[in-house]
């Protein structure tokens, strides 16, 4: 089941993150601060996050927000699965999920940055299988030898 996040949530998140090898700590801070960001104000729309739950325990999660400034552009700031339940469908569920919410919301783009290193390929094959694709690279960009990637699909009305 899929369902919006509430607050009794955020210790099994923490845990998915944590224990996530391709966040890096600065990664995991911030992600759980988007989390604690849409928890301490239930007033805010920016940051959307969704929890997959199965057996009433939360294995997985998104946040999605509006771009600034835009008029129907969405950033997937994070998706993630527990590393013991990736690749059983979870993550192409809560991604559908994501473009039924966008698509609700009258957005037309998904953007998705991630990294260029090969600790990522796996998340660049994601997006690529789910029919994003690659609308920008920036050389060098997290670091030397770390290319900022952005996917993005594009939903057709």
């Known amino acids: ?10 210790d099994q998140l923490v845990k998915i993150i944590d224990s996530t090898d391709n966040f890096n700590d600065e990664e995991k801070k911030i992600a759980v601060e988007l989390i604690d960001e849409a928890l301490g104000n239930a007033n805010q729309e920016y ?23 835009t008029d129907g552009v969405y950033d997937l700031y994070w ?5 013991t339940t990736q690749n059983a469908g ?7 999920h994501l473009e039924n919410f ?6 037309r783009w998904i953007l998705a ?12 094959n994601f997006y690529l299988r789910n029919n994003y694709s690659i609308v920008s690279q920036i050389k ?13 699909k594009y939903l057709k009305k």
Request: hydrophobic residues 35%.
């Open 140 to 152: 060098d960009f997290y670091a030397f030898n770390d290319n900022l990637i952005v996917f993005g």
């Open 1 to 10: 089941m899929i369902r919006k996040l509430q607050a009794d949530d955020r």
């Open 90 to 96: 979870i993550g192409k569920q809560l991604l559908d």
């Open 79 to 83: 998706i993630v699965v527990d590393t």
């Open 113 to 124: 940055e991630t990294s260029s290193k090969d600790s990522y390929t796996a998340t660049r």
């Open 102 to 107: 966008v698509n609700e919301k009258n957005g």
């Open 47 to 69: 940051y959307n996050i969704y929890v997959f739950e199965s057996e009433r325990k939360v294995i997985g999660y998104y946040c999605v927000g509006k771009r600034a400034l």
